[in-house]
């Protein structure tokens, strides 16, 4: 098996992405608040943690938020990884494209799916326990590429694509845009159904895009396997940084507890 090496950059398209006229794997922006934010991306990238073993480790696609603007790259992307690696999990961040891209991002997610599975072998993964982390815009993400199961929304490009674009499992984290503002119902690229994958939600009922307590109960009615986890304050953004007498803290040991099945 090969070393997991987090610097190395893994493009996922072998020429352009779909749509794309440039290979643009973007750059910081704004860093206020000790927030790395990345931007002009039109060329998604992986970066891999978690040392590959003999044993097959499930694989977390990490997906940063960012507003579908820019990408949270170290708080809600390398940060998040490296958590997780050490829970036992391989861990792969995924600069999807920004900004405005919302399409050619869940592209991406599906690509990385994919690339995560066609690769399992060589870093170590179990194919059958692949799931994924978002965050804010990144959850909305990994909530859609959760409800559309096995779509392919482009073209297969090569033998990548012949590997499933499926989640075993998925944590939308403090997620924004799962409900529709006008109708109370959940949006209709998430619109959940009974053959999603088990879901974790965590959200602060102080943030201002709260969601994911609505949105779970629209996915328990529709007979989805799903944990949602209210904490009253922390609001929005935060990551794992929030010190341990803010509620939201507790968010990371709730998610671990809940992942631990998928480490059996």
């Not at 990994?142 to 199961?149: E, F, H, N």
């Not at 929304?153 to 984290?173: K, M, N, Q």
Request: charged fraction near 20%; include cysteine; hydrophobic fraction near 40%.
């Amino acid at each position: 098996m090969v070393p997991i090496n987090s610097t190395s950059p893994i493009r996922i398209w072998p020429g352009l992405a779909p749509g794309e006229t440039t290979a643009d794997s973007g750059h910081p922006g704004d860093t206020s608040g000790n927030v790395l934010r990345l931007t002009g991306v039109t060329s998604a990238e992986l970066f891999l943690y978690g040392a590959a073993q003999d044993a097959r480790k499930p694989a977390v696609l990490v997906c940063p938020g960012g507003g579908y603007s820019i990408l949270a790259s170290d708080l809600e992307g390398s940060e998040i990884a490296q958590w997780l690696a050490q829970l036992g999990f391989v861990a792969a961040v995924l600069h999807y494209r920004v900004p405005d891209k919302r399409d050619g991002a869940y592209q991406d997610g599906r690509r990385a799916l994919s690339w995560l599975r066609a690769h399992a072998r060589e870093y170590g993964i179990d194919p059958n326990r692949v799931g994924a982390m978002g965050f804010s815009a990144g959850a909305h993400l990994v909530t859609r590429l959760a409800a559309g199961l096995s779509e392919r929304p482009y073209e297969p490009v090569d033998l990548i694509d012949d590997s499933g674009c499926r989640l075993d499992f998925a944590l939308p984290i403090y997620p924004a845009y799962l409900v529709d503002n006008g109708t109370g119902a959940p949006s209709a690229d998430v619109a959940p159904s009974a053959s999603m994958p088990p879901l974790f939600l965590a959200q602060t009922s102080d943030d201002a895009h709260f969601c994911s307590d609505v949105y779970a109960n629209f996915a328990a009615k529709a007979g989805v396997d799903v944990t949602s986890k209210v904490y009253a304050t922390g609001g929005h953004g935060y990551g794992i940084r929030l010190p341990a007498t803010v509620p939201a803290s507790l968010w990371k040991t709730d998610a671990a507890d809940w992942l631990a099945r998928f480490l059996r």
